[in-house]
T-cell receptor, first 112, second 117 residues
Framework: EAQVTQNPRYLITVTGKKLTVTCSQN?????MSWYRQDPGLGLRQIYY???????DKGDVPEGYKVSRKEKRNFPLILESPSPNQTSLYFC???????????FGSGTRLTVV | AQTVTQSQPEMSVQEAETVTLSCTYD???????LFWYKQPPSRQMILVIR??????QNATENRFSVNFQKAAKSFSLKISDSQLGDTAMYFC??????????????FGGGTRLMVKP
């Protein structure tokens, strides 16, 4: 089944403890992105990637890192999480962008 | 930077009736794409319909259609014969292709649609 897999689905952590949210797609897509969803703000793009080793900042990149060492994987790293990063996170991928993106199931992150 | 505005935070419609969700955007780009995504309570993001800016013909997908007004920068979604399963949050999104750099995707704040039996 063609899909984008995110893990974990739920995570509660403490301020300052480094964490990684994994994202993997099995559709050989070139384009991948990370978003955060907050009430009333819709989804905001954190980072995007066109291919291996090609990444760039979206609208809200502060406090996040990404890497694209393999085409299928695009992990999101929070080096020192803070409570304002409590949010619902989505990873998405696309073959060419214009056809639309396929989203993962989301990761609900709570930082206390 | 692009902005996307959905002016209706919440809407409701009776089952089998038609409803239109509004979306406006602000851009100076000529080449872009527009999307409507549906997010049911399961929180999964599902692509409903897409429109390429250079195409004048409005996109349709079964009961879903759009009214794309490029000059007015408007992209509304019409849902015909509404069904209970259409109850969800709907997001309008604008995508600016950046060639070899990737894609910038900007979402509106969402419209919560309730279909009533």
């Amino acid at each position: 089944e063609a899909q984008v897999t995110q893990n974990p689905r739920y995570l509660i952590t403490v301020t300052g403890k480094k964490l990684t949210v994994t994202c993997s797609q099995n559709m050989n897509h070139e384009y991948m992105s990370w978003y955060r969803q907050d009430p009333g703000l819709g989804l905001r793009q954190i980072y995007y990637s066109m291919n291996v080793e090609v990444t760039d900042k979206g609208d809200v990149p502060e406090g996040y890192k990404v890497s694209r060492k393999e085409k299928r994987n695009f992990p999101l790293i929070l080096e020192s999480p803070s409570p304002n990063q409590t949010s619902l996170y989505f990873c998405a991928s696309s073959l060419n962008g214009g056809g639309g993106y396929t989203f993962g199931s989301g990761t609900r992150l709570t930082v206390v | 930077a692009q902005t996307v505005t959905q002016s209706q935070p919440e809407m409701s419609v009776q089952e089998a009736e038609t409803v239109t969700l509004s979306c406006t955007y602000d851009t100076s780009e000529s080449n872009y794409y527009l999307f409507w995504y549906k997010q049911p309570p399961s929180r999964q993001m599902i692509l409903v319909i897409r429109q390429e800016a250079y195409k004048q013909q409005n996109a349709t997908e079964n009961r879903f259609s759009v009214n794309f007004q490029k000059a007015a920068k408007s992209f509304s979604l019409k849902i015909s014969d509404s069904q209970l399963g259409d109850t969800a949050m709907y997001f309008c999104a604008f995508m600016k292709p950046l060639g070899n750099a990737g894609n910038m995707l900007t979402f509106g704040g969402g419209t919560r649609l309730m279909v009533k039996p």
